[in-house]
Each structure stands twice: as structure tokens, then as C-alpha cells.
């Protein structure tokens, strides 16, 4: 049963659709903003505060955004800066990546940054290495793990709730898994993105009771271009027509969705959790099993440009 006291976490990846998720070469577009602005009157309209992962692009373009989104309370965390997936990047282009972010987002807002997401969930079994990274520049938590194996991220056999991670190299991070549902015994994403726009809401819902059962937070994640139901008609860009209407579809739900989800449940940014809580459990990336067989779907379209398209949809 749902914990009346427990507060999830409500995450926005602040990033433009073209640049992120068609073509990580292409400029951003300032439709971003625009979407970015829909998601801040929204929550002030719920009255409810979360966590924005912002990506260093989109702050340099956008800084008075990044000041907007402070002032209202929220929190801001990095996104990383260019969007490219952990895998293509060797641990120094990463170390800069992250780093290039991390100061840029604290010039902007006078704040420290400590909190990581990855591009597309990225960090997986052979990328792990990225957490002691993350720890060397001084970030203290992350939130980049899914703990389902599907054909483009996620690490079967992590803990589905906030845990403590002990890293390849036996120092630790706060880790903040995405929100997952579990049914007949199998486990499957429901964090957002692709899974938010095409389950059914029940099994959105699920999700969040199920982890609160556990005594943990659910994480859930949205894109502001998730708000603008309409962008994809108006980009002036070829968009190969199996990613349009994957990405097209469920849209139009997600902003009620999403208000569906603040309405029922209590909700705020992940520092509630990581600067307040008490002991979590531990986790050691040691034990993983060394040959994930299993594979769970994929709902997102996320950086088409930096992987084979897979567009499949299913648990
Ligand atoms: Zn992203």
C-alpha cells in the first residue's frame, strides 16, 4: 500500500527533440523553450516541484530558461552536455562532457550541481565505469539506470528502488533507478517517455504503488517536447516516418497523464530524497550476472541518430 508521507520524484530532461533525439549533429531548435515553459506553468499550476536534468546545450542557448526554472523552486541537474550516448564516448570525452555541464549549469545558477541523468539511459553494463567518473567530478548521485535489460539500455538485476551503488572501482553513488512495474513476474519499464505515452495509465499508476509499497520513491521522467503534442508537423526537417509516428504516438496524452500522476500521488525534486534520507539499501555492481539474456522492448525513440532504429513497443 502507497505510504501517505512518501514524496516521488518528478524529473523533466530539459532537450530539444531535433538535436536529442533525430540527429545529435543538428543545431537546437528554440522549440525547447517554448515546450520547457509549458512544463513550468503546468507545475504551477499543481504547485509541485521536481527535478530538471538540463542539458548543457540547451543551457548555453538558453540561460535565462535554466534561471527561470531555479526561481521557480525546481531543482537543476545535469543532463550532460552534448547529448551523446555513454558507449560512443571514451572516459575522457566523458569526464569532459559531464564537467562541461556541470560548471556551466552552476555559473548560470549560482548552485552546486551533484545530480547525473545520462543521454537515453545510457550508462549500462560495459559503460559502468562512467559512475566513479561521475564521483571524480562531483556529482553524488545519478539517476541513469533502468534495472530491465531492453535492446538499448538498462541493466537487469539492479535494484528497481533508490539504492546505494557500490561502483567498479568500490566507492559509492546515490542511484535513483527509473520507475519500473512488475506483472506475472516479469519486470518492465514505466518511467516515461515512450512507455508513459503507450501503457495503459493503470499500469503508470502501478508502478508508483508498487515501489511505495517498498517503502521507496518512484521515479518518473518527461521531455518538455512531450508537452507540444503538435512540434513534429512543424519542423522544417525530414523525419523517417516509422520514428514520426512512433514518436507521434500517445502524445497527446502525456501532459493529462502527467496530471493524472501529480493529482494522486505526492511528488517533488529527487534532493528530497538524496540530501534527506536515512540509511538505503546497498548494492554491489560486482555481483550483476556477466550475460544479460533477456530483453524487454523499447518505447522510446530517443537518439535515433547514434544507434540502429528500433522502434519496437512491448514488455
Ligand atoms: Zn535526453
Same mark, same amino acid.
Given at each position: 500500500?502507497?505510504?501517505?508521507?512518501?514524496?516521488?520524484?518528478?524529473?523533466?530532461?530539459?532537450?530539444?527533440?531535433?538535436?536529442?533525439?533525430?540527429?545529435?549533429?543538428?543545431?537546437?531548435?528554440?522549440?525547447?523553450?517554448?515546450?520547457? #515553459?509549458?512544463? &513550468?506553468?503546468?507545475?504551477?499550476?499543481?504547485?509541485?516541484? !521536481? /527535478?530538471?536534468?538540463?542539458? $548543457?546545450?540547451? *543551457?548555453?542557448?538558453?540561460?535565462?530558461?535554466?534561471?527561470?526554472?531555479?526561481?521557480?523552486?525546481?531543482?537543476?541537474?545535469?543532463?550532460?552536455?552534448?547529448?551523446?550516448?555513454?558507449?560512443?564516448?571514451?572516459?575522457?570525452?566523458?569526464?569532459?562532457?559531464?564537467?562541461?555541464?556541470?560548471?556551466?549549469?552552476?555559473?548560470?545558477?549560482?548552485?552546486?550541481?551533484?545530480?547525473?541523468?545520462?543521454?537515453?539511459?545510457?550508462?549500462?553494463?560495459?559503460?559502468?565505469?562512467?559512475?566513479?567518473?561521475?564521483?571524480?567530478?562531483?556529482?553524488?548521485?545519478?539517476?541513469?539506470?533502468?534495472?530491465?535489460?531492453?535492446?538499448?539500455?538498462?541493466?537487469?538485476?539492479?535494484?528497481?528502488?533508490?539504492?546505494?551503488? #557500490?561502483?567498479? &572501482?568500490?566507492?559509492?553513488?546515490?542511484?535513483?533507478?527509473? !520507475? /519500473?512495474?512488475?506483472?506475472? $513476474?516479469?519486470? *518492465?519499464?514505466?518511467?516515461?517517455?515512450?512507455?508513459?505515452?503507450?501503457?495503459?495509465?493503470?499500469?503508470?499508476?502501478?508502478?508508483?504503488?508498487?515501489?511505495?509499497?517498498?517503502?521507496?520513491?518512484?521515479?518518473?521522467?518527461?521531455?518538455?517536447?512531450?508537452?507540444?503534442?503538435?512540434?513534429?508537423?512543424?519542423?522544417?526537417?525530414?523525419?523517417?516516418?516509422?520514428?514520426?509516428?512512433?514518436?507521434?504516438?500517445?502524445?497527446?496524452?502525456?501532459?493529462?497523464?502527467?496530471?493524472?500522476?501529480?493529482?494522486?500521488?505526492?511528488?517533488?525534486?529527487?534532493?528530497?530524497?538524496?540530501?534527506?534520507?536515512?540509511?538505503?539499501?546497498?548494492?554491489?555492481?560486482?555481483?550483476?550476472?556477466?550475460?544479460?539474456?533477456?530483453?524487454?522492448?523499447?518505447?522510446?525513440?530517443?537518439?535515433?541518430?547514434?544507434?540502429? /532504429?528500433?522502434?519496437?513497443? $512491448?514488455?
Amino acid at each position: 500500500m502507497q505510504g501517505p508521507t512518501i514524496r516521488n520524484i518528478l524529473t523533466v530532461d530539459v532537450e530539444d527533440w531535433t538535436q536529442s533525439v533525430l540527429d545529435v549533429n543538428a543545431p537546437l531548435t528554440d522549440c525547447f523553450i517554448a515546450n520547457t #515553459h509549458k512544463v &513550468l506553468e503546468h507545475f504551477v499550476e499543481r504547485a509541485v516541484c !521536481a /527535478t530538471f536534468f538540463v542539458l $548543457g546545450l540547451a *543551457a548555453e542557448k538558453a540561460p535565462r530558461l535554466v534561471r527561470e526554472i531555479c526561481k521557480a523552486g525546481h531543482e537543476v541537474q545535469s543532463h550532460g552536455y552534448g547529448h551523446r550516448l555513454i558507449r560512443t564516448q571514451t572516459p575522457r570525452e566523458f569526464a569532459e562532457d559531464v564537467t562541461r555541464s556541470k560548471k556551466l549549469l552552476e555559473d548560470i545558477t549560482g548552485r552546486r550541481v551533484t545530480g547525473y541523468r545520462a543521454p537515453a539511459f545510457s550508462i549500462g553494463r560495459t559503460t559502468l565505469w562512467a559512475l566513479d567518473i561521475l564521483l571524480d567530478c562531483g556529482f553524488e548521485y545519478d539517476s541513469s539506470l533502468c534495472p530491465v535489460q531492453t535492446p538499448r539500455y538498462g541493466i537487469e538485476g539492479i535494484p528497481r528502488s533508490m539504492h546505494l551503488l #557500490h561502483t567498479p &572501482l568500490g566507492r559509492q553513488i546515490i542511484e535513483l533507478p527509473v !520507475a /519500473t512495474y512488475r506483472a506475472m $513476474g516479469q519486470l *518492465a519499464p514505466a518511467g516515461g517517455g515512450g512507455y508513459a505515452r503507450l501503457w495503459p495509465y493503470p499500469i503508470l499508476r502501478g508502478a508508483v504503488r508498487q515501489l511505495n509499497a517498498l517503502g521507496a520513491p518512484a521515479v518518473m521522467y518527461l521531455h518538455p517536447y512531450e508537452y507540444n503534442p503538435v512540434e513534429l508537423g512543424s519542423l522544417p526537417v525530414r523525419i523517417p516516418w516509422r520514428l514520426r509516428l512512433h514518436q507521434s504516438m500517445g502524445r497527446r496524452h502525456v501532459r493529462g497523464r502527467v496530471d493524472r500522476l501529480i493529482r494522486e500521488f505526492s511528488w517533488g525534486p529527487a534532493n528530497h530524497w538524496t540530501a534527506n534520507s536515512g540509511p538505503i539499501p546497498r548494492f554491489d555492481c560486482a555481483s550483476l550476472d556477466p550475460s544479460p539474456t533477456r530483453s524487454a522492448g523499447v518505447a522510446d525513440g530517443d537518439t535515433i541518430g547514434q544507434r540502429p /532504429t528500433v522502434l519496437r513497443f $512491448g514488455a
